[in-house]
């Protein structure tokens, strides 16, 4: 399998992952909001994501910068109806 490396297709790599790991994931991202460690909670999934993003986009493309805008993305922006002190 080749690498991606045309950045809006990488940027869909990113959400469609994270749009996994939400999917799979609504108690801990609901909880992860509320009490505002989503990123702990959601420590090893958001790893593993990244890991599996790495294999599939170009060094080139700065992979951790376009995952790191998809996390913003999928999991905070999406969550903004779930109460939280955040907000």
């Known amino acids: 399998m080749s690498t991606i490396d045309n950045p809006d297709l990488a ?3 990113a959400r469609a992952i994270l ?3 939400a999917m799979y994931n609504p108690e ?3 909880n992860g909001i509320k009490n505002d460690n989503i990123f702990d909670v ?3 999934e958001l790893e593993e ?3 599996h993003f790495h294999s599939r986009v170009s060094p080139d493309l700065k992979p951790d910068s376009i995952y790191d805008i998809a996390v ?3 999991l905070i922006k999406r ?3 779930i109460e939280s002190s955040i907000w």
């Open 49 to 51: 994501g990244r890991q």
């Open 79 to 81: 969550a903004g109806k």
């Open 19 to 21: 749009s996994d790991v």
């Open 72 to 74: 913003v993305d999928v």
């Open 42 to 44: 959601l420590k090893d």
């Open 11 to 13: 940027k869909r790599l």
């Open 28 to 30: 801990k991202v609901e």
